[in-house]
């Protein structure tokens, strides 16, 4: 089937950048859109963003103005690009593919977690 493999998290101090990777390999028929979740200890599943196969974007309230996502077709990976990062940005994102709009066949990452001291 499709794996999906994560990387570039790591600890950030307040106002620092980091740029996530996902790279799909696998099975992979066709790709409507690659995304990203992010998940706290205790607290609800969050989603961040998204980037279609035509190139559409969109972002939570909470990142929007801070992160950019973008994608290499050939490579089949997406990247969040992080910047101005913030403590409550502390959290293991995982990436997402979406093989379909209505999100019938999805396929998760293994997380990266992303740590912004206090």
């Known amino acids: 089937q499709v794996q999906l493999v994560e990387s570039g998290g790591g600890l950030v101090q307040p106002g620092g950048s980091l740029r996530l990777s996902c790279a799909a390999s696998?099975?992979?028929?066709?790709?409507?859109?690659m995304g990203w979740y992010r998940q706290t200890p205790g607290k609800q599943r969050e989603w961040v963003a998204r980037i279609t196969s035509s190139n559409f974007t969109n972002y939570s309230n909470s990142v929007q103005g801070r992160c950019t996502i973008s994608r290499d077709n050939a490579k089949n990976t997406v990247f969040l690009q992080m910047n101005s990062l913030k403590p409550e940005d502390t959290a293991v994102y995982y990436c997402?593919?979406?093989?379909?709009?209505?999100?019938?066949?999805?396929?998760w990452g293994q997380g990266t977690q992303v740590t912004v001291p206090s």
């Open positions: 696998g099975s992979i028929s066709r790709i409507y859109a």
């Open positions: 997402y593919l979406d093989g379909y709009l209505d999100g019938s066949l999805r396929y």
